[in-house]
Nanobody, 116 residues
Framework: QVQLVESGGGLVQPGGSLRLSCAASGIMFRVYSMGWYRQAPGKQRELVASITSGGITNYADSVKGRFTISRDNAKNTVFLQMNSLKPEDTGIYYC??????????WGQGTQVTVSP
């Protein structure tokens, strides 16, 4: 059974940094492209970063140059390094596969709040 557990969120001031982690189990992690999603208050969940099994990354324009996605296949973990955070980055962050994410159960997410 697929399980995704996100961690690392918190309250940070604008301009600050956070590093999110997502531990996956129940899957052959290394073969899947993975993504980080964000759900801001009152908005739909959106994909902000993705990484293929081979390490190719892609970013939403809103986070390009500030966020970095990476993965450790030995630890079945995907990371999101977030720098130069802005108030509009506030939301709940989830990880999942980057294609057809509804095929896997969503984790509980991790809350990121960017506020003075």
């Amino acid at each position: 059974q697929v399980q995704l557990v996100e961690s690392g969120g918190g309250l940070v001031q604008p301009g600050g940094s956070l590093r999110l982690s997502c531990a996956a189990s129940g899957i052959m992690f290394r073969v899947y492209s993975m993504g980080w999603y964000r759900q801001a208050p009152g908005k739909q969940r959106e994909l902000v970063a993705s990484i293929t099994s081979g390490g190719i990354t892609n970013y939403a324009d809103s986070v390009k140059g500030r966020f970095t996605i990476s993965r450790d296949n030995a630890k079945n973990t995907v990371f999101l390094q977030m720098n130069s955070l802005k108030p509009e980055d506030t939301g709940i962050y989830y990880c999942n596969r980057d294609w057809n994410p509804s095929s896997w159960p969503w984790g509980q997410g991790t809350q990121v709040t960017v506020s003075p």
